[in-house]
């Protein structure tokens, strides 16, 4: 087996997509009479800085020749990327041998690029050590992506797919032709093995892209042949090409375990702790609270859910003081941005002011530490009493909307998660 890994071809304003490119790969491999066994999408750590939307690195599983696979991937990259765009620094590598050859360095870094931020200098090295035939343009930041994705399907054990279709060049940049109530009609016709393909709430066609690229829509699922039906259903603009993609998306593997205590910007964390401060609605309508390890009150983490999360939101109000949780979500710049959390235990009564058995209407202070009296009717009560507490929250787990979801979030319709769930739609 040869397995060509690319990554770094796309620009955030200028458009392509690296998914094309290894696409257009592939095509060519399998003209020259090669056959394509699958296409690799790995989602790599959602924080890096440099990425772009969604910081996907390829890799191609075929039978061809090595040096005629490097040839032909080299000439769609040097065709294809944007390297126009500074920021664009694409990297190809080509290495020979199965799933058994993936060295144990390799499948390490492939394993660390979806939780950490890796240094060309380290991906180079690898290179080199293992003799591995590369090129690059730029500063060739693309490699570090290009190998973690060599070396993912031995790293990796939870795998989903996506089917995705492209457009003809000639509309790149332009408005998307697709039929909403065929996307929605067939959004109903595959759920729950097809998901993120709307958004019910927000009326939205989540698999439809705006961004100026190849890319027409994405059908995201855990059955591949499944995915391919609904985007054989969907309505729309001519279909010049498309392609099935084995992927790590939907499968939250840039989750680590972690304490309030240690966590870092630019990584990913699930955390535990106890609600520390009322939820706060801030300018612009991100809400904010305060994570605390325990009762002590020593670390605290500071938690948002920003406006894109929309809905969602209103679960995050719904919290009180006291509540524990698993939260889950990226910390940068000190705050965890939530992806998910799950309630665990939930704050069921508070202490309030007593009223008058008699006239039900709150009593007064009688003084310090003297309770409380009702002054019409002489009742009293030694302090405040405790009340139940009505809640909208349920113990479980809870999302944000399909709209704002991150590709390698895993969306809780997937299950296998440790509480019951309160899945979005």
Not at 64 to 91: C, M, Y
Not at 259 to 274: F, I, M, P, T
Request: charged share 30%; glycine share 8%; net charge negative.
């Amino acid at each position: 087996m040869t397995v060509v890994g690319l990554d770094d071809t796309d620009s955030r304003e200028r458009g392509m997509c690296t998914t094309y490119v290894a696409a257009q790969v592939a095509e060519r491999l399998r003209r020259q009479g090669a056959t394509v066994s699958r296409l690799l999408l790995v989602r790599l750590n959602p924080a890096v800085p440099y990425k772009t939307r969604g910081n996907a690195a390829l890799a191609i599983h075929t039978d061809a020749d090595p040096n005629q696979a490097f040839s032909i991937a080299r000439d769609r990259l040097e065709s294809l990327s944007e390297t126009a765009d500074e920021r664009t620094n694409p990297g190809l590598i080509v290495v020979e041998g199965g799933l058994e050859d993936v060295p144990d360095d390799v499948s390490a870094f492939s394993g660390r690029a979806i939780h950490e931020h890796l240094e060309i200098a380290e991906a180079t090295a690898l290179l080199e050590r293992h003799g591995y035939r590369s090129w690059h343009a730029g500063d060739g930041r693309g490699r570090i992506g290009a190998l973690a994705a060599i070396g993912s399907r031995r790293a990796l054990s939870e795998w989903t797919y996506e089917h995705i279709s492209y457009r003809d060049s000639s509309r790149w940049g332009t408005p998307r032709d697709v039929d909403r109530e065929s996307v929605f009609a067939a959004a109903d016709r595959g759920y729950p093995e097809v998901w993120d393909t709307v958004d019910r709430g927000e009326d939205e066609t989540v698999c439809v892209p705006h961004t100026p690229g190849p890319i027409l829509y994405g059908i995201r699922g855990d059955d591949p042949d499944a995915v391919r039906t609904v985007a054989e259903r969907i309505e729309s603009e001519p279909v010049t090409s498309s392609q099935l993609f084995v992927t790590n998306q939907g499968t939250d593997a840039h989750l680590q375990e972690g304490g309030l205590e240690s966590v870092a910007d630019g990584l990913a964390y699930r955390v535990d702790g106890w609600v520390a401060s009322e939820p706060e609605t801030r300018r612009g309508g991100h809400v904010f609270f305060d994570l605390a390890a325990g009762s002590a009150d020593v670390s605290r983490l500071e938690c948002a859910a920003f406006e894109p999360t929309k809905r969602f939101r209103d679960r995050v109000r719904a919290l009180r003081v006291g509540d524990r949780l698993t939260a889950c979500g990226e910390v940068s710049r000190g705050t965890l941005k939530l992806e998910k959390f799950a309630v665990r235990e939930l704050v069921t009564t508070e202490r309030v002011t007593p009223t008058c058995p008699d006239c039900e209407r709150t009593m007064n202070s009688a003084g310090r530490n003297q309770g409380y009296r009702c002054r019409d009717c002489g009742t009293s009560r030694d302090g405040k009493v405790e009340r139940r507490l009505e809640r909208d929250l349920e113990t479980g787990w809870y999302e944000v909307p399909p709209c704002a979801r991150r590709h390698i979030s895993k969306p809780l319709i997937r299950g296998g998660f440790d509480a019951p769930t309160h899945p979005e739609r």
